[in-house]
């Protein structure tokens, strides 16, 4: 069984049979231990935050053990690789940006197809990041979705960390952040009072509780990136709300 495969089965059984005490870091050493107390128990949730003044890393949930997360629509790995080919400037001016499975698939197959983008990730040592073959029907080459007896569904799917995402997140600028921002009030989620917020999201087509967030937040005081990664919660837009004030109110003391 390979490193991926591995991750894989560990998403298969965080599903269904583990029990997340979200916040379980060292209280003296985290002040976001108890970042969403909410989150006492049930679906797998991680969160990583920068601070971008004091340079420090905050790890809180699933995101201590560089869980894999099955995502969707999750575009910054794809804007990455894109940057990268372009002198390392990002223009998207010429790519549509909704969050929606046809314009990850024209990004895939912009970039050279699902194996060069796969392999490009591994160079940037996005290790545990891959993007899967569902991406052929959002494209019409096939006509309906894989089932898992079509191809293994460690490669089906996309899977990410929020390690893999918070590295690559932080190779963009705020103005390149703010190109490819989408409006949070499309998620249901609220933006502090006083915050601004940069940020990509993305969610299963038709679905609510599969979510991720990545982005930038500016305050008076503070200035920090933040990735959040959630699967199966029951209300990850309202969860996702709270994360952000917790975090930015202590951010802004």
Same mark, same amino acid.
């Given at each position: ?103 990850? &698939? =024209? %990004?895939?197959?912009?970039? /050279? ?5 796969? *392999?490009? #990730?591994?160079? +940037? ?69 006083? &915050? =601004? %917020?940069?940020?990509?999201? /993305? ?5 609510? *509780?599969? #979510?991720?967030? +990545? ?39």
């Amino acid at each position: 069984m390979n490193h991926f495969t591995k991750k894989a089965t560990t998403i298969a059984i965080s599903l269904s049979m583990v029990i997340v005490l979200f916040g379980c870091i060292n209280r003296q050493e985290d002040p976001f231990y108890n970042l969403a107390p909410q989150f006492n128990v049930g679906p797998p949730v991680g969160a990583m935050i920068y601070d971008l003044k004091n340079e420090k890393m905050f790890t809180t949930g699933f995101a201590q053990y560089d869980k894999a997360f099955i995502v969707y629509n999750c575009n910054l790995p794809l804007y990455y690789i894109y940057k990268q080919e372009n002198d390392n400037r990002l223009d998207l001016s010429q790519v549509q940006l909704l969050p929606n499975d046809k314009t990850r &698939a =024209e %990004l895939i197959e912009r970039l /050279g197809g699902l194996d060069a983008v796969n *392999n490009k #990730l591994k160079d +940037c040592d996005c290790k545990n990041t891959h993007f899967g073959y569902d991406y052929l029907y959002d494209i019409g080459n096939s006509t309906e979705p894989y089932s898992d007896n079509d191809i293994p569904s460690d490669m089906r799917f996309d899977v990410t960390t929020a390690e893999d995402i918070m590295k690559l997140l932080q190779e963009f600028s705020l103005s390149e952040i703010d190109q490819m921002a989408l409006n949070p009030e499309d998620y249901n989620i609220s933006v502090p009072d006083g &915050a =601004e %917020l940069y940020a990509q999201f /993305g969610k299963e087509t038709g679905k609510d *509780n599969y #979510l991720m967030m +990545c982005g930038r937040v500016k305050g008076k005081k503070s200035d920090f990136l933040i990735v959040v990664l959630t699967m199966g919660a029951g209300n990850p837009s309202y969860d996702f709300t709270e994360i952000l004030k917790t975090v930015y109110e202590s951010m802004e003391k």
